[in-house]
């Protein structure tokens, strides 16, 4: 059996019993929309979603070097068929869950993972999978996230799943910090508004750029005034007869608003000659729209103090998307104060050719005729 870590201690090289979870309807909510997928799993796959989790959680582990390692799971697709698929062989399933998985499941797991006295409980999901674990473990236990959901403002996932392998490989040289658990009420973000709390702390595993911060909402007039230098500069410079898909965010937002277009803050925006073609487009949308148009750009700004530029919070601009649209035709935009606290700019769109395409820095709209450039790290 596992010792818990002391969350006041670094890793002291004991750890070897991993608990390891999978919310397999995590993210599918994303690519079709829907900005979340807590109560509307069926909604997503009406509207042709796919589960995303697996191929998540089969990529991190493929990084992991199991050997001196015991995976508790769960079986089926919330853990075992994960871990098989990674290779892994030294692992025992603790949990069943009844038939299709929920909220109460990861609860349950995670209650069973405490009391087989794990060391750390991987788990792969988004916000609403992290509250689970943390309703129940409450800083007891360290953990750690495989991002896979449609938003991940916590600050308890990996940077990508590629960087999983890494952490857990050094556990017993990283100290433990407090990774802000973060509550957001997704029938408000549906609704066009970003209404986030803290809901806690958890103890993670500091890997720096390896974990992600907490998502920062900064609204002081100076930082208001930058959004609105960004957003005259690039409606002056947008052409005619091309295609703008802009993402998400209160930048961007304020682009369809200098040009008197009624966008949509948490969604994507289709404008062409300075008109709104479609509103909160999905992936479907998008591509639709991007195979009728002979020139298409792509206008987003990376999510406050975390960086991504690609992969979260705006999935519905997809790796089908980018590839279609072409990763010389990005756009990233964001203010000088978003860029003092973003040391560095991420992708997690999945797919290493395309994240290649974009190089190792990016150049930032970051004012009226004005830009920085910024290292650009790939999952």
Same mark, same amino acid.
């Given at each position: ?62 990084? $992991?070097?199991? /050997? ?17 698929? =990674?290779?892994? %062989? ?5 949990y069943?869950?009844?038939? #299709? ?10 209650? %069973?993972?405490?009391? #087989? ?11 609403? %999978? ?25 600050? !308890?996932?990996?940077?990508?799943p ?16 407090? &990774? ?13 508004t ?11 595993p500091?890997?720096?750029?390896? $974990? ?6 900064? /609204?002081?007039?100076? /930082?208001?005034?930058?959004?609105e ?14 295609l ?5 965010? *209160?930048? *961007? ?30 992936e ?10 002979e ?25 089908? $998307? ?18 003092a606290?973003?040391?560095?700019l991420?992708?997690?769109? &999945?797919?290493? =050719?395309? /994240?290649?395409?974009?190089g190792?820095?990016? #150049?930032? !709209? ?14």
């Open positions: 059996m596992g010792m818990v870590i002391d969350p006041g201690r670094k890793c002291n090289g004991t750890v070897t019993i991993i608990a390891f979870l999978v919310n397999p309807v995590a993210g599918m909510g994303g690519t079709v929309g829907l900005k979340g997928t807590d109560g509307l799993v069926e909604e997503a796959r009406r509207r042709g979603a796919v589960p995303r989790a697996a191929d998540r959680a089969a990529a991190a582990l493929s990084t $992991v070097d199991a /050997e001196g390692l015991t995976f508790l799971t769960c079986t089926g697709g919330m853990g075992e068929d994960a871990l098989r698929r =990674a290779g892994i %062989t030294s692992y025992r399933a603790v069943t869950p009844p038939g #299709e998985t929920s909220a109460a499941d990861t609860k349950a797991a995670a209650r %069973t993972f405490l009391a #087989e006295g794990v060391d750390l409980i991987l788990f792969c999901g988004g916000d609403g %999978t992290a509250r689970d674990i943390f309703d129940v473990v409450d800083g007891t236990v360290p953990v750690l996230g495989i991002p896979a959901g449609v938003k991940m403002y916590s600050g !308890v996932f990996a940077t990508s590629s960087r999983v392998g890494e952490i857990l490989a050094r556990l017993g040289d990283l100290a433990l910090r407090d &990774g802000e658990v973060m509550d957001v009420d997704e029938e408000a973000y549906r609704g066009g970003l209404a986030t709390r803290l809901y806690g702390y958890a103890k993670v500091h890997l720096p750029s390896g $974990v992600q911060g907490c998502k920062a909402v900064g /609204e002081a007039a100076d /930082e208001e005034r930058a959004k230098e960004i957003a005259r500069f690039i409606a002056d410079v947008m052409a005619d007869d091309i703008y898909i802009i993402g998400a965010g *209160t930048t *961007t937002a304020a682009i369809t608003r200098a040009l008197g277009v009624e966008g949509t803050l948490l969604g994507v925006d289709v404008i062409k000659n300075r008109k709104l073609v479609a509103r909160d487009a999905c479907r949308d998008l591509l639709r729209l991007i195979g009728g148009a020139r298409c750009r792509i206008i987003v700004s990376p999510i406050g103090a975390q960086g991504f530029v690609l992969g979260r919070g705006t999935q519905q601009i997809s790796p089908a $998307v980018v590839r279609k649209a072409g990763a010389g035709r990005v756009t990233v935009v964001a203010t000088p104060q978003k860029l606290s973003t040391p560095a991420f992708l997690d769109l &999945g797919d290493p =050719a395309l /994240e290649a395409q974009f190792d820095v990016v #150049e930032v !709209v970051s004012g009226y005729c004005l830009a920085q450039r910024k290292p650009l790290i790939h999952a």
